[in-house]
């Protein structure tokens, strides 16, 4: 099946850094990739859309400037968390389609990045 | 009322039992349906796959989808403790890119 590589799976860093996260689609081509954020005992969270050679679509309330996505080839997306404050620990996940990104294929999920920051 | 509901739990019940699922949604122009299961720390994994409404089986597991009442079902026969895990549903419409999750139902399989 296809396969979402996320990498690292944890990042403790500290007030004021700044923070990469890499989502690689392993067996497959992704013109698409979103990114969730997930804090405990809460449902994934749709933070932005990764197009790939294109601007970002980001949801409603996430900080563009705070959440930066570059989606430079059609298997890989970056999300950088900068100037990271411990409110943005939480559990990063990415996620592709294979083909068409429309509803009518499921997204896959990498493993997820566990931040913290202190 | 939130898009998609679904009950956090949690669920516990004994090895062997049939495990029952549930979400209801509101947005009618849903139609596309899935079932995720995520281990703790894990990203969430793709169990079940529907469109429209109807019923599909792949072993133990059972996915149920009633457009008409807006609720979806995951049924697990015979659960195993290694089927103690977080089960997301997930839902979006034919143009939809992004999909819509319930908050998840906690489950534990006791030996």
């Known amino acids: 099946g296809a396969v979402v590589s996320q990498h690292p799976s944890w990042v403790i860093c500290k007030s004021g850094t700044s923070v990469k996260i890499e989502c690689r689609s392993l067996d497959f081509q992704a013109t698409t990739m979103f990114w969730y954020r997930q804090f405990p005992k809460q449902s994934l969270m749709l933070m932005a859309t990764?197009?790939?050679?294109?601007?970002?679509?980001?949801e409603q309330g996430v900080e563009k400037d705070k959440f930066l996505i570059n989606h430079a080839s059609l298997t890989l997306s970056t999300l950088t968390v900068t100037s990271a404050h411990p409110e943005d620990s939480s559990f990063y996940i990415c996620s592709a389609r294979v083909g068409a990104d429309r509803g009518n294929s499921p997204l896959h999920f990498g493993n997820g990045t566990r931040l913290t920051v202190t | 009322q939130k898009e998609v509901e679904q009950d956090p739990g949690p669920l516990s019940v004994p090895e062997g039992a049939i495990v029952s699922l549930n979400c209801t949604y509101s947005n009618s122009a849903f139609q596309y349906f899935m079932w995720y299961r995520q281990y703790s720390r894990k990203g969430p994994e793709l169990l079940m796959y529907t469109y429209s409404s109807g019923n599909k089986e792949d072993g133990r597991f059972t996915a149920q989808v009633d457009k008409s009442s807006k609720y979806i079902s995951l049924f697990i026969r015979d659960s195993q403790p290694s089927d103690s895990a977080t089960y997301l549903c997930a839902m979006s419409g034919r143009s939809q890119g992004n999909l819509i999750f319930g908050k998840g139902t906690k489950l534990s399989v006791k030996p």
């Open positions: 990764s197009n790939e050679g294109s601007k970002a679509t980001y």
